[in-house]
């Protein structure tokens, strides 16, 4: 590492994340989380959002409350999470063991033009976190940090939110399938089985 | 607005079967997730739930995480419900494209302010517009106003969502809820 201080770099730390995945199952927020998940692979276990701000979170809570023995982990940025902060409070009280929240925050509405968000001007998602009960709930600004956020990720031994601080860079869209019923219907077929598709 | 007044009314008086009913339905349905925020109207479903340990009642902070938190239930595999006060149907509408555009399931179980012999002038405005901006985005909406309809309604409702993978709500009026009338209650 040449410099301590620079930021992360958002697909260095999604593909981190998603190392050696295994059964992982992966919720993307809206925008360049999604492009960022669908980089590091498309996977049926991934379910990335097209729209829906603010769904991502709560999509988690709902997945992880199904499927206990599962490990769901939750890729968003700063402003989608921030449009349902609310969901903080929801999730730290149902606290599931199996579901972690990470956060990417660039600081920047991306897709509209890198209009500031509340967290260019200190707003701490990670503090929210933590205030809603959800203990192990930190900001995330080396490598590995982002390595020991993976681990919590896949040992699933308790709710964890992260808040990673990362570059707000403009990268190339990689797009996962756009049609819902695809995402769903794979995504439901790869966790459930081939039952799925008759109910 | 919605909420203090939310907070403020009580359980309607006289037992409401069609609740224990709709719990009945519900559970026939293989609901296991009660995503909600609290109405007087649903407060007897509520307790029911909350005291079946199969089923695991979730408060949101607003009612569009119910939308999404059942999105959640859906692709793991789980089903489960929504309850609502009309009101909060206003927070949920760009929250419904994901259901609509994914052909998920979704039932909701609205009871109605706004509506039949209503008191609260500020209610007017989103009861009367529950139904409009439901159909809208895409739900497909039963009302029911008699109580002897509300269990057939909801078991007619899940079977259209779970069976052919839409959002659904059944939206129970206030002919079934009785009509509050906070001034009454001031002059206690």
């Not at chain 2, 139904?131 to 497909?140: D, F, N, Q, T």
Request: aromatic share 4%; hydrophobic share 45%.
């Amino acid at each position: 590492m040449t410099n301590p201080n620079a930021l992360l770099h958002r697909r260095d730390v999604v593909n981190e994340l998603l190392r050696d995945r295994a059964d992982l199952l992966v919720i993307a927020g809206l925008g360049a989380p999604n492009w960022d998940v669908s980089a590091a692979g498309d996977h049926p276990n991934n379910f990335p959002l097209w729209g829906a701000m603010g769904a991502a979170a709560m999509i988690g809570l709902g997945l992880a409350l199904a499927q206990h023995k599962r490990k769901v982990l939750v890729i968003t940025g700063d402003g989608e999470m921030l449009m349902n902060i609310g969901s903080l409070a929801s999730i730290g009280v149902e606290a599931p063991n199996n579901l972690t929240i990470a956060v990417l925050d660039n600081e920047r509405f991306g897709e509209t033009g890198m209009q500031k968000t509340p967290t260019a001007s200190g707003v701490d998602l990670a503090a929210i976190a933590t205030a809603c009960g959800i203990r192990t709930s930190r900001i995330v600004r080396t490598m590995a940090e982002v390595t020991e956020l993976r681990g919590l990720a896949h040992a699933g031994r308790g709710t964890a939110f992260a808040q990673i601080k990362i570059n707000p860079e403009a990268l190339v869209f990689v797009m996962p399938p756009a049609d819902g019923v695809i995402l769903t219907t794979r995504f439901r077929q790869s966790v459930l089985g081939d039952e799925a598709l008759f109910n | 607005m919605a909420e203090a007044a939310k907070s403020r009314s009580e359980a309607p008086a006289a037992l409401p079967t069609w609740s224990d009913e709709i719990y009945r339905v519900l559970k026939d349905a293989g609901i296991r997730q009660v995503a909600m925020v609290p109405d007087a109207g649903h407060s007897r479903l509520i307790r029911s739930f909350e005291a079946d340990p199969e089923t695991r009642v979730v408060t949101l902070t607003t009612e569009e995480e119910g939308v999404a938190m059942l999105a959640g239930a859906w692709l793991g595999g789980e089903r489960g419900v929504l309850l609502l006060q009309s009101s909060g149907v206003g927070n949920c509408i760009n929250m419904l494209s994901l259901p609509v555009i994914c052909h998920m399931p979704l039932l909701m179980i609205v009871t109605m302010r706004g509506d039949w012999g209503e008191f609260n002038p500020w209610q007017i405005p989103m009861g009367q517009g529950t139904r409009p901006s439901l159909e809208a985005i895409g739900v497909i909406v039963n009302k029911v106003d008699e109580p002897d309809l509300v269990a057939s309604t909801v078991q007619g409702a899940a079977n259209l969502a779970f069976n052919t993978w839409k959002p659904v709500a059944v939206l129970i009026g206030q002919r079934v809820l009785g009509a509050k009338n906070f001034k009454e209650l001031a002059r206690k």
